[in-house]
């Protein structure tokens, strides 16, 4: 897979998303980088780290932190897509990301804080869960509950409470742009019309969410997982 990982792809990509005023604010390289990951051609995310680290080298005034922040969210990305596409999926596209990054800009400790409570992040993904379904969130946790107790828990407390509603790399329209790209590249399209409005809901224009659609739908086909039509906003 790495050798569809070209420059000439990896720009082209880059390409679909609107430009940024900073770099490291683009959404192109974590949606790519989720997109390769849950298409399961982890040696791909390596390509788009080195390309985008390349193309911070090339600014003016780039400095350690910019270099890091990329690193912090094509990993944060990547392990928010872990409930969509699987860990196995998660865990070597990390590898392939922690291979390429430089010794330097790899953390040591954990972004969480592990020391809350059980009930706090309860809580936090109860809200979380609120915020993104609004006045659906009731009747989808019914169901969940219904289908099997212990997946609704999982889901709101540990899904919700532990990995998304954490935001101190990326942000709700970044984590939005994580699941959309997971569920294309994984071809799970039933909840992706109601994930790709979410994401305006979460502060992203519709140019930006469709550059994310089309970057995850592109990678996609090209890993040869896509077989059904992918909704449009």
Not at 208 to 228: C, D, S, T
Request: glycine fraction near 6%; include cysteine.
């Amino acid at each position: 897979m790495t050798d569809i990982a070209t420059a000439e792809f990896l720009n082209e990509l880059k390409s679909l998303y609107p430009a940024q005023a900073k770099y490291v604010d683009s959404g192109w390289y974590l949606a790519a980088a989720v997109a390769f990951s849950s298409s399961n051609r982890p040696e791909a995310v390596s390509c788009v780290f080195r390309h985008a680290l390349e193309d911070l080298e090339k600014l003016p005034d780039t400095s350690d932190e910019d270099r890091r922040l990329l690193v912090r969210k094509m990993r944060e990305g990547i392990f928010k897509s872990v409930l969509l596409s699987g860990s196995p999926k998660v865990i070597y596209a990390l590898i392939s990301l922690y291979e390429a990054t430089p010794e330097e800009f790899r953390d040591t400790e954990p972004m969480r804080d592990l020391t809350r409570s059980k009930e706090k992040v309860a809580a936090s993904g109860q809200g979380y869960f609120d915020l993104q379904y609004g006045d659906t969130a009731a009747e989808i946790q019914l169901m969940l509950r219904s289908i099997y107790p212990d997946l609704e828990h999982v889901i709101t407390t540990l899904g919700y409470g532990y990995v998304y509603s954490f935001l101190e790399v990326i942000s709700s329209k970044e984590t939005s742009f994580a699941i959309i790209s997971a569920l294309i590249a994984t071809d799970m399209l039933g909840p992706l019309e109601r994930q790709l409005t979410g994401a305006v809901r979460n502060g992203a224009t519709v140019e930006e969410v469709r550059g994310v659609r089309e970057i995850a739908l592109r990678i996609a086909m090209a890993a040869g997982v896509l077989k059904h039509e992918v909704p449009d906003i």
